[in-house]
């Protein structure tokens, strides 16, 4: 007997083996938020990591709860499958574009378990390293990382441009990264503000923010966009998210604070107002920064 809700089954054993699902829109992009729930990272009090809506804020609306996993199959009728990938799952996928030039490097990549994409890629899912990784696996053109403020759409969703499914090429363990596939991982210089390059990453590509250093220029952009009178509660908000991003291990505490300290200087503030935006916005999610320098 067919599945009645091929989604829905997949979800909740993708659930079970401890990787957080959600549903993009049938398009493939992540469904729009409610209008209750502001662009995150303009309002400073909004936080999409704890925010409870069932499908706000993309990625960040991924559970392993089988009883919300059931709601969102509801709420989102047709949506793709999709993993939230990085620490939060110790999940690391290495995202091959033929279209790009990728293929998989049998040398650098061991088996592992993979997808065949709907559009003739391969996804190859390895355990995270920890640290901070790059969004592009170096020396290997077409081929991305989704690690920490990503997600890969997995099977049994249908690619909406070539209407062909992602299917799973095997049911292998997620094993560890080889050193060699570590190191290409790594990106080739840390995400701070220091480098004039952060701000210059594309914020939105394919309407998830995928990596580190585009998660961390969000929120730095918000804090040097907003307009004056929002700037210092737009600070605290961006060192919240940065902050969470020192939780998880995608930046040090130390690159956190300079880069913020400077986006704040950048946005006109004072050397008191920026540090005690800062210290606060570290305080609020427990991250100590004793023994910081700005
Ligand atoms: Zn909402
Ligand atoms: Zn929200």
Redesign the pocket.
Known sequence: MPDPAPTLTAALALAADGYPVFLLGRSKRPVA??P??PKAELDPHHDPET?D?LT?HGFYAATRDPQRITAMHTAVPGGLLAIRTGRVCNLAVIDIDPRNGGDIDRDLMPPTRAVRTGSDGWHLYYRHPGGTLGAKLRGCPGVDIKADGGYVVAPPSIHPGTRRPYRWLSDRAVIEMPPPLVSACRPTEAPTAASPNTTAIPLDRGGGISSPAALLAAHLAAVTSAPEGRRRNTLYGAARGVARMVAAGAITPADAHTALYQAGRAAGQTDRDTRAAIDGGFRAEAIPTEGIAA
Do not use: G, R
């Open positions: 938020n409610c209750q729930c925010c809506h706000c």
